[in-house]
């Protein structure tokens, strides 16, 4: 199963992918993790990447495309992927189709979730990340047992650099237009589901695996 999950920064992407790609067995590919790991490790990728993802911009897109094609022919995606975050443009929407063309491989879906613009601030501001193994916690909507600390493994809970409100905001700025522009390019394909991702995170699993059940 080939599936995008894509929706405005703060609607839920990463928690649900993680879901759901270990409920079908396949890779959850994160353009925004795989940019994370190269910062922390120094490459000359990460490196390239940091301004733009700390500024709340886009990075460009053949830094994007050329990272997905790479991640794209490794052999655990030949039972399916999840991809979570890409793509944000249509010059990488178009990329997508010609990686997957060489490839012999074809999309089943695109699922867009949505929520409302004052949901997402308040998301993203209260997020906080486990340091050590990635899990997502939110101050008031998912708070772990004990304050700080990560449930699962321990780790020390960390706020993203770009979880701050003036660099969400420009987050959602330059995500709005091409988001919509996306939901067009997929809708004519008729590949499109849209989700209300505002309801709590159980409610919107249960809807997306309905989806998922379908395709
Ligand atoms: P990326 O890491 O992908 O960030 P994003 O798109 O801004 O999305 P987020 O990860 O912030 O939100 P999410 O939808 O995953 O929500 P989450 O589940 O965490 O990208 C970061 C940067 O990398 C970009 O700004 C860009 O610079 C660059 N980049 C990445 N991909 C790129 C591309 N293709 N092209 C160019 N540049 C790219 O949930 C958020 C919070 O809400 C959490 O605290 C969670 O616990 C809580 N929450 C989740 N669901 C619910 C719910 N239903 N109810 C209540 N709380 C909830
Ligand atoms: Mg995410
Ligand atoms: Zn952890």
Do not use: W
Request: net charge negative; glycine share 8%.
């Amino acid at each position: 199963m080939n599936i995008v999950l894509m929706g405005l920064p703060g609607t839920g992407k990463g928690t649900q992918a993680v879901i759901l790609a270990e409920k079908f067995s396949i890779p959850h590919i994160a353009t925004g993790d795989i940019f994370r790991e190269n910062i922390e490790k120094a490459t000359e990728m990460g490196r390239k990447a940091a301004q733009y993802i700390k500024a709340g911009e886009l990075v460009p897109d053949e830094i994007t495309c050329a990272m997905i094609e790479k991640r794209l022919e490794e052999p655990d995606t030949d039972n399916g992927f999840l991809l979570d975050g890409f793509p944000r443009t249509l010059v990488q929407a178009a990329a997508l189709d010609s990686i997957l063309e060489n490839l012999g491989k074809e999309l089943q879906g695109v699922i867009c979730l949505q929520a409302p613009e004052e949901v997402l601030v308040e998301r993203l501001s209260g997020r906080r990340v486990c340091s050590n193994c990635g899990t997502n916690y939110h101050i008031r909507f998912s708070p772990p047992e004990e304050g700080g600390i990560c449930d699962l493994c321990g780790g020390e809970l960390m706020q993203r650099d770009d979880d701050r409100e003036e660099t969400v905001r420009r987050r959602l700025q330059v995500n709005r237009g091409k988001t919509l522009e996306l939901e067009s390019y997929y809708r004519e394909k008729d590949l499109l589901q849209q989700v209300d991702a505002s309801p709590d995170p159980k409610t919107v699993t249960s809807k997306l695996l309905a989806i998922m059940e379908r395709f």
